[in-house]
T-cell receptor, first 114, second 109 residues
Framework: DAMVIQNPRYQVTQFGKPVTLSCSQTLNHNVMYWYQQKSSQAPKLLFHYYDKDFNNEADTPDNFQSRRPNTSFCFLDIRSPGLGDAAMYLC?????????????FGPGTRLTVL | GQQLNQSPQSMFIQEGEDVSMNCTSSSIFNTWLWYKQDPGEGPVLLIALYKAGELTSNGRLTAQFGITRKDSFLNISASIPSDVGIYFCAGRGSEKLVFGKGTKLTVNP
């Protein structure tokens, strides 16, 4: 089945220790998104890639970076995690944000910062 | 920016009851999406709506794209315990996809 896969499902890191979260998709979608979701809140968009074009949200901290080496994979790098970065990180894909922007989500990575 | 008001914030119902939740906005949207999220999981797409007035069903779920393009509702008929979770609406207008704050559904057996 075509899907969005996130690894790992659970990640524990130490305060200030860089961490990388991974997302892959078999949908062959052009767009990949990264969202941060804190408890009992809606997902908050961090940034997205439209093909190779990176689009950052204005309020995304510089601490968060992303890489998309090819169509299938996208990575979220947190350079110096703080306690406030503990959250669920969701990857999503869509075929075209300018059209219907129907987004399909992965299962998420739960990040704990000690 | 564009914002969505989703209501109710939470619902406590008995198994077998019907459920209705809705989202409204002051902005016009071209796409309405409804997601369900279980604890510790990512949102799962339930229904996608692309035309004003569109009424779409997915099993016991029915959603409609409002005629004004500023609202959408989701109905769940004959609720069962596995319907428990948080339901999010999301709308896409001229900007990015915007999410409602979610409706937390509890179903008592």
């Amino acid at each position: 089945d075509a899907m969005v896969i996130q690894n790992p499902r659970y990640q524990v890191t130490q305060f200030g220790k860089p961490v990388t979260l991974s997302c892959s998709q078999t949908l062959n979608h052009n767009v990949m998104y990264w969202y941060q979701q804190k408890s009992s809140q809606a997902p908050k968009l961090l940034f997205h890639y439209y093909d190779k074009d990176f689009n950052n949200e204005a309020d995304t901290p510089d601490n968060f970076q992303s890489r998309r080496p090819n169509t299938s994979f996208c990575f979220l790098d947190i350079r110096s995690p703080g306690l406030g970065d503990a959250a669920m990180y969701l990857c999503a894909t869509s075929s075209d944000p300018r059209d219907r922007d129907t987004q399909y989500f992965g299962p998420g990575t739960r990040l704990t910062v000690l | 920016g564009q914002q969505l008001n989703q209501s109710p914030q939470s619902m406590f119902i008995q198994e077998g009851e019907d459920v209705s939740m809705n989202c409204t906005s002051s902005s016009i949207f071209n796409t309405w999406l409804w997601y369900k999220q279980d604890p510790g999981e990512g949102p799962v797409l339930l229904i996608a709506l692309y035309k004003a007035g569109e009424l779409t069903s997915n099993g016991r779920l029915t959603a409609q794209f409002g005629i004004t393009r500023k609202d959408s509702f989701l109905n769940i008929s004959a609720s069962i315990p596995s319907d428990v979770g948080i339901y999010f609406c999301a709308g896409r207008g001229s900007e990015k996809l915007v999410f409602g704050k979610g409706t937390k559904l509890t179903v008592n057996p």
